[in-house]
């Protein structure tokens, strides 16, 4: 989401602790959606269009009696059920009928909602073989999500989660995004808190509190952490540079003694290929 949720800060925090029943909602909103990206995922290869995707997005929502939150959202109105954002697109990619080329990086965003409450993550796809440069922002940018939601739990600071992603960027030579920032999700797409993906010092930090769901979803770059969004579509976020971003997503749910993923996929639907973090473990 973009950062115009940083004025928030400014503002009265209203963060909703979300009750039993809430927490049900968003836990099979989150599933379903975990479902569908993983389903999509599957189906990347060399030749496909990020169109062919979008359809097949459309139809599995509907299997599952989900509605896609991206499509028609904002304005002007978002025209994909997902978001399909190839190469230099950082985010917000409209699915088109490009095919999809060997050594491509892909990040496929699904939100759904299911009985009014919302689930959202993303993944970033190599199609076909990867090069170097592919390689390291895209593992740069799955092992900041990771480093981030590990030091999620009651009484840690909002702030946190940035730094630790900082710290990976850093050490990997990628840069973060700081123009689109996770938020809090669950009776609504985008609810407070912001979530900066960059090392920061907020007036008012947050700390993190049982009943909390948010997400996290860091966009790393090879360049410039610079975004322009296209002055046609108004969605489509570049890097200044064409040069590489990655970026990986999950919903969270703060519980009384840490975190819960609540985009994960049962073990059984997992295919080689399927990060492990995107996968139940406690089934295993
Ligand atoms: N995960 C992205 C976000 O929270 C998905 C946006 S989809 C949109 O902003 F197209 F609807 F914006
Ligand atoms: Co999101």
């Known amino acids: 989401m973009i950062e115009t949720l940083h004025s928030l800060y400014k503002k009265k925090h209203n963060i909703v602790l979300k009750t039993q029943k809430q927490i049900e909602g968003i836990r099979q909103a989150s599933k379903i959606a975990a479902k569908i990206l993983n389903l999509l995922c599957k189906e990347v290869k060399p030749g496909i269009t990020t169109k062919e995707l979008d359809r097949l997005s459309k139809e599995l929502h509907k299997m599952f009696s989900a509605i896609p939150a991206s499509l028609g959202y904002g ?20 699915p088109d009928d490009r095919p999809l080329n060997e050594g491509d990086i892909v990040n496929i965003d699904v939100a759904s909602i299911v009985d009014g409450y919302y689930g959202d993550l993303s993944r970033t796809v190599v199609v076909g073989s990867s090069t170097a440069d592919a390689l390291r922002v895209v593992g740069a940018s799955y092992e900041s999500l990771k480093a981030a939601i590990q030091i999620c739990r009651p009484g840690v600071k909002i702030s946190q989660i940035g730094a630790a992603i900082q710290l990976v960027a850093n050490a990997t030579g990628c840069s973060v995004v700081h123009q689109f920032v996770g938020h809090g999700i669950g009776c609504m797409f985008h609810e407070e808190p912001p979530i900066l993906h960059y090392a920061n010092k907020p007036k008012v930090d947050i700390v993190m509190q049982p009943g909390m769901t948010f997400t996290i979803e860091p966009m790393l770059n090879l360049g410039s952490p610079e975004a322009v ?27 009384p003694t840490g975190h819960e993923i609540l985009t ?21």
């Not at 002007?76 to 997902?82: K, L, Q, Y």
Request: hydrophobic share 40%; charged share 20%; with cysteine.
């Open 75 to 94: 304005d002007p109105p978002f025209p994909g059920s997902i978001c399909t954002s190839i190469n230099d697109v950082i985010c917000h990619g409209i």
């Open 229 to 255: 969004i296209d002055k046609r579509d108004h969605w489509t976020a570049r890097t200044i540079d064409g040069m590489l971003s990655a970026q990986f997503e999950h919903t969270l749910l703060i519980t």
């Open 264 to 284: 994960l996929i049962d073990a059984k639907d997992a295919y080689p290929g399927v990060p492990e973090l995107f996968i139940n473990q406690k089934e295993l």
